[in-house]
């Protein structure tokens, strides 16, 4: 125990000395970035606090007051939820305080890209502090609002995503030239062939013969129907709209579909990945960790630099245009004043990691069911798979309002 606290004490001052030295040499312009790597590490220290503080906890009697004392994985489960406390609370408090933040000359927008290493000092005090700290009833509240926060951030993921694929296709469209009309067709049809191909190897693992694999047969078929029904509405002569975006929709949910395929439990006959359930590698589950945090932070990061969901009405990325003729040295001052706005939400942009926070939290613990073996993978279990499904419905629900909403309603503007 003595060791592990020397131990412990030496890398603690080691991390500090390498952030002193790293955070004093963030710019304006890569603040963002440092806020992804700060998120990204506490991913990974959730991760491995999910195997290290378990024995910790278990000798804090504020924490383990139970007359008899519970399994290991609700240790596990409780070390995960504890860090993901700390950084909610760390994104969630500067959000409050960047509320209102629409100019650079704001005293904020100091705090929102500098003073770092009084707030990875702040960060650490939180996290330690919901860890070791945190009555067990105020875990069991935010465990339940973490849930409908990482439904949200799904939500998020999916607006960001057609936001992307639209200003995707009319930036092409608007070069009106046979070679981007060329490549839009390139594109959409290698996006379709892998749908198809992607839906055959779905078949293959995830309905294996000899076995009663409806509910799998039923999550395949419906993204298919999802796949043509995008086909039909987009070329619809009424809604004019584009084969691309319709296409990239359909590769997403059908990768939603193997995502959520996947997430089934190891044991389950239909799990086509079964097989590998006993020699799950370390490698497996850092490539696992791995793709989930990359997720996650670009999701984050699109999301600040998105001008449709961030941006501020005054702000030049909203739509504010430049004057065709400026008449006077006054209009040439407004310019100037224009430019020193904020480019985008900084409150938004960090209720993002918020809710990235509470849904990386979800992940590790498996929507916090985890039990048995599916607790030491991670995004394995049952309410990791309806959440797939269900965002991959969403994903075509709002794809497909998107293009009849400008019918429907056409005296509004979308």
Same mark, same amino acid.
């Given at each position: 125990?003595?060791?592990?606290?020397?131990?412990?004490?030496?890398?603690?001052?080691?991390?500090?000395?390498?952030?002193?030295?790293?955070?004093?040499?963030?710019?304006?312009?890569?603040?963002?970035?440092?806020?992804?790597?700060?998120?990204?590490?506490?991913?990974?220290?959730?991760?491995?606090?999910?195997?290290?503080?378990?024995?910790?906890?278990?000798?804090?009697?504020?924490?383990?007051?139970?007359?008899?004392?519970?399994?290991? %994985?609700? =240790?596990?489960?409780? &070390?995960?939820?504890? !860090? *993901? @406390?700390?950084?909610? #609370?760390?994104?969630? $408090?500067? /959000?409050?305080?960047?509320?209102?933040?629409?100019?650079?000359?704001?005293?904020?927008?100091?705090?929102?890209?500098?003073?770092?290493?009084?707030?990875?000092?702040?960060?650490?005090?939180?996290?330690?502090?919901?860890?070791?700290?945190?009555?067990?009833?105020?875990?069991?509240?935010?465990?339940?609002?973490?849930?409908?926060?990482?439904?949200?951030?799904?939500?998020?993921?999916?607006?960001?995503?057609?936001?992307?694929?639209?200003?995707?296709?009319?930036?092409?469209?608007?070069?009106? %030239?046979? =070679?981007?009309?060329? &490549?839009?067709?390139? !594109? *959409? @049809?290698?996006?379709? #062939?892998?749908?198809? $191909?992607? /839906?055959?190897?779905?078949?293959?693992?995830f309905t294996p013969s000899g076995h009663d694999c409806g509910l799998n047969t039923f999550f395949i078929v419906m993204t298919l129907i999802f796949v043509f029904v995008f086909l039909i509405v987009a070329l619809h002569p009424t809604v004019g709209g584009s084969i691309l975006p319709a296409s990239v929709i359909?590769?997403?949910?059908?990768?939603?579909?193997?995502?959520?395929?996947?997430?089934?439990?190891?044991?389950?006959?239909?799990?086509?990945?079964?097989?590998?359930?006993?020699?799950?590698?370390?490698?497996?589950?850092?490539?696992?960790?791995?793709?989930?945090?990359?997720?996650?932070?670009?999701?984050?990061?699109?999301?600040?630099?998105?001008?449709?969901?961030?941006?501020?009405?005054?702000?030049?990325?909203?739509?504010?245009?430049?004057?065709?003729?400026?008449?006077?040295?006054?209009?040439?001052?407004?310019?100037?004043?224009?430019?020193?706005?904020?480019?985008?939400?900084y409150a938004f942009f960090h209720i993002i990691f918020s809710l990235a926070s509470m849904y990386s939290a979800m992940l590790l613990t498996g929507w916090s069911t985890s039990v048995g073996e599916s607790g030491k993978l991670i995004d394995v279990g049952w309410p990791s798979v309806w959440v797939r499904v269900?965002?991959?419905?969403?994903?075509?629900?709002?794809?497909?309002?998107?293009?009849?909403?400008?019918?429907?309603?056409?005296?509004?503007?979308?």
């Amino acid at each position: 125990m003595w060791a592990a606290s020397c131990l412990a004490s030496c890398c603690a001052g080691c991390a500090c000395n390498l952030c002193q030295s790293a955070v004093s040499s963030i710019s304006r312009r890569s603040a963002r970035i440092a806020y992804c790597f700060l998120f990204a590490f506490s991913l990974i220290a959730s991760w491995i606090l999910r195997d290290v503080a378990p024995p910790l906890l278990e000798k804090i009697p504020w924490i383990n007051h139970f007359h008899q004392i519970p399994d290991r %994985e609700w =240790f596990e489960t409780e &070390a995960v939820l504890r !860090v *993901s @406390l700390g950084n909610f #609370l760390f994104f969630t $408090i500067l /959000s409050v305080v960047m509320i209102g933040v629409k100019s650079q000359k704001d005293p904020r927008d100091s705090i929102h890209h500098g003073g770092w290493m009084m707030k990875v000092t702040c960060w650490f005090l939180l996290v330690l502090f919901s860890l070791f700290f945190v009555p067990n009833g105020v875990i069991s509240f935010y465990e339940t609002i973490a849930k409908f926060g990482s439904g949200f951030f799904l939500l998020v993921q999916v607006v960001l995503l057609l936001d992307f694929v639209h200003g995707w296709n009319d930036k092409w469209v608007s070069y009106d %030239e046979q =070679f981007w009309y060329v &490549a839009l067709f390139v !594109v *959409s @049809l290698v996006c379709y #062939l892998a749908t198809f $191909i992607f /839906s055959g190897l779905l078949f293959h693992l995830f309905t294996p013969s000899g076995h009663d694999c409806g509910l799998n047969t039923f999550f395949i078929v419906m993204t298919l129907i999802f796949v043509f029904v995008f086909l039909i509405v987009a070329l619809h002569p009424t809604v004019g709209g584009s084969i691309l975006p319709a296409s990239v929709i359909s590769v997403y949910c059908t990768y939603l579909c193997y995502s959520a395929l996947a997430s089934e439990p190891r044991d389950y006959e239909c799990n086509g990945l079964h097989k590998h359930s006993k020699a799950v590698s370390t490698g497996t589950l850092t490539l696992g960790l791995l793709t989930t945090v990359l997720s996650v932070v670009y999701s984050a990061v699109r999301a600040g630099s998105s001008t449709t969901l961030l941006s501020p009405p005054s702000s030049p990325r909203a739509g504010a245009g430049k004057p065709l003729l400026p008449l006077d040295k006054l209009e040439e001052g407004e310019e100037n004043e224009k430019a020193k706005l904020v480019s985008y939400s900084y409150a938004f942009f960090h209720i993002i990691f918020s809710l990235a926070s509470m849904y990386s939290a979800m992940l590790l613990t498996g929507w916090s069911t985890s039990v048995g073996e599916s607790g030491k993978l991670i995004d394995v279990g049952w309410p990791s798979v309806w959440v797939r499904v269900m965002t991959s419905w969403a994903t075509a629900g709002l794809y497909i309002w998107s293009l009849l909403a400008p019918i429907l309603f056409p005296e509004r503007e979308f």
